[in-house]
């Protein structure tokens, strides 16, 4: 069975693993020893400060006051294999500056000559500072079937309804913005690259352990897009062709583009209303029955308990007993260490 699950100090290799796969302008996750260990050790210490905010019945502005990592990683039980990550970090931008641009426009007219312009501009911002950001998403490619990758990603959706004191009411998440066939943005060798003097893969990289370079290196005025080359121009708010999946994924949660791009490689930043989230809105707690056999449904469901450092999500069939009663295997049961009467927060994989 796939279970979803908080990542764990055995699980460091796994992580280290799956870091040396995920790319060029996978920011969050990238082949560098150091970080991929302080990521763990930051998640890890997340999971235990949370705990203890939630055991001591802290306020929510109090949780908030800085910036936790949640990372989740999918494991297939038969195998003991760790194939995927997804993460959620609480506040963005409390403890180090966050910067995206702002695509607005800028509108130049003369009557007298009878000339009217309108240009798209890039000014660099820190507009999300204190929101919520999903991160981190990564499935193995021998994986990347029977809607696994869904699943993966929503499951801290469900994570994020069960615990909302944790977060804040705004959530966003960056998409990979598109590369040549080389995995070199033309975005960055247009801009950036003036700026910075590096490569793209090396300055992501730098961008994930400090980023006052970037204040101290980029631009404070509006960039004029017209003024940039046609392949530069023509990627910004362009999302990376194996990032489109999860694109549509969010968009279908409710997610919008509302003009904010990565600075490094334009890719565009999705947002929504953690309350008008699809699967946040419409998952529902019911009380546990187990059964030998619970359903001939094939609809799939995505299932998780109440626990929050024993938080374990799974995906697939169920059945209802009247308004209050849920349905679900033995096998179900165990992969989601609930007992019966327990409490469980469903949600349908898909509207369909």
């Known amino acids: 069975m796939i279970v979803i699950r908080p990542i764990h100090e055995q699980d460091r290799e796994a992580l280290w693993q799956i870091a040396n796969q995920t790319g060029a302008g996978f920011t969050s996750l990238q082949p560098h020893r150091p970080m991929v260990d302080n990521k763990l050790a930051w998640a890890l210490t997340s999971l235990k400060q949370a705990w203890h905010e939630t055991s001591q019945k802290k306020s929510t502005s109090e949780a908030q006051q800085k910036n936790n990592l949640y990372l989740f990683v999918m494991e297939d039980t038969e195998t003991g294999q760790v194939v995927g990550t997804a993460g959620i970090e609480s506040a963005v931008g409390l403890d180090a500056p ?61 994570f994020m309804a069960a615990f909302p004191e944790l977060f804040a009411e705004d959530l966003f998440a960056e998409m990979r913005g598109a590369c040549d066939d080389r995995e070199v943005s033309p975005f960055w060798e247009a801009l950036g690259r003036h700026f910075f003097a590096v490569d793209f893969a090396e300055a992501d990289r730098q961008s994930t352990l400090d980023k006052a370079f970037i204040a101290e290196l980029m631009p404070r005025h509006p960039i004029y897009t017209n003024l940039l080359p046609d392949d530069a121009r023509e990627v910004i708010g362009i999302t990376h062709e ?21 600075i490094f490689d334009a890719g565009p930043l999705l947002e929504a209303r953690v309350k008008d989230v699809r699967t946040v809105r419409d998952s529902r707690q019911y009380k546990v029955k187990i059964v030998t056999s619970n359903t001939t449904d094939q609809r799939r469901w995505l299932m998780a308990n109440s626990e929050l450092t024993g938080f374990r999500c799974i995906m697939g069939n169920l059945s209802y007993e009247g308004l209050e009663f849920v349905q679900i295997t033995s096998q179900q049961a165990s992969a989601l260490d609930i007992e019966e009467g327990q409490l469980l927060r469903v949600v349908p994989l898909s509207s369909e």
């Open 98 to 158: 966050w910067y995206n641009y702002k695509v607005s426009k800028q509108v130049h007219a003369s009557q007298q000559l009878d000339v009217y312009t309108m240009v798209d501009t890039l000014m660099l911002c820190s507009d999300h500072t204190g929101f919520s950001e999903l991160c981190t998403l990564f499935l193995l490619p021998k994986y990347r079937h029977s809607k696994n990758g869904a699943f993966l990603s929503k499951s801290r959706l469900l």
């Open 242 to 262: 194996s990032t489109t999946p999860a694109r549509y994924l969010l968009e279908y949660e409710g997610f919008h583009y509302t003009g904010y791009v990565d």
